[in-house]
T-cell receptor
Framework: DAKTTQPPSMDCAEGRAANLPCNHS???????VYWYRQIHSQGPQYIIH???NNETNEMASLIITEDRKSSTLILPHATLRDTAVYYC????????????FGTGTSLTVIP | KAGVTQTPRYLIKTRGQQVTLSCSPI?????VSWYQQTPGQGLQFLFE???????NKGNFPGRFSGRQFSNSRSEMNVSTLELGDSALYLC??????????????FGPGTRLTVL
């Protein structure tokens, strides 16, 4: 799997947009970018994934740069419940269910 | 529909013992994966089972094993427990394995403490 780099921690004010960056400069052409989050003491939760186009769902938006070497997860209106560790994962879809989670970014939403 | 269930939720064992953890995937899901999470190593992939066959295996010693039954339920076993095996063990289920992505769902985990 391509290695990803994320800041270890970030703060965000409640109600503001949280922008979580991820660097994946060695990504291969067939590898997707996935985002998961893990709220304390719970199992990880899928957020969103994409290949090269920007993606949006009810939880978040994913912006992937044109060269695909980095991406940003955007939580448009962060709430206290969004406080969690966010993992950016890069992998090909053919890799079964083997995900390498890395260390992630610990996001704290501040009231 | 019901989510992924794991039993037991908490377990305390002593060194040298063995332990079996159970995971029931979401109905209709045939792929079950296991992960170990520790403060030092983070979330690490153990193995994946699909249609009762091990499909992928992470870099763990042979003391860690698993199996999947015909109803897709899965068990993992750790023999000769070591202190370092203390961790949160997470199970994830997915409808299929490989191919275009389909979302995987994680269970709440089993917290294993080895004394």
């Amino acid at each position: 799997d391509a290695k990803t780099t994320q800041p270890p921690s970030m703060d965000c004010a409640e109600g503001r947009a949280a922008n979580l960056p991820c660097n994946h400069s060695t990504i291969s052409g067939n590898e997707y970018v996935y985002w998961y989050r893990q709220i304390h003491s719970q199992g990880p939760q899928y957020i969103i994934h994409g290949l090269k186009n920007n993606e949006t769902n009810e939880m978040a938006s994913l912006i992937i740069t044109e060269d695909r070497k980095s991406s940003t997860l955007i939580l448009p209106h962060a709430t206290l419940r969004d406080t969690a560790v966010y993992y950016c994962i890069v992998r090909p879809p053919s890799d079964g269910n083997q995900f390498y989670f890395g260390t992630g970014t610990s996001l704290t939403v501040i009231p | 529909k019901a989510g992924v269930t794991q039993t037991p939720r908490y377990l305390i064992k002593t060194r040298g013992q063995q332990v079996t953890l159970s995971c029931s995937p979401i109905s209709g899901h045939r792929s079950v994966s296991w992960y170990q999470q520790t403060p030092g190593q983070g979330l690490q992939f153990l193995f994946e089972y699909f249609s009762e066959t091990q499909r992928n295996k992470g870099n763990f010693p042979g003391r860690f094993s698993g199996r999947q039954f015909s109803n897709s339920r899965s068990e993992m076993n750790v023999s000769t427990l070591e202190l370092g095996d203390s961790a949160l063990y997470l199970c994830a289920s997915r409808r299929t394995s490989g191919g275009l992505y389909n979302e995987q769902f994680f269970g709440p985990g089993t917290r294993l403490t080895v004394l």
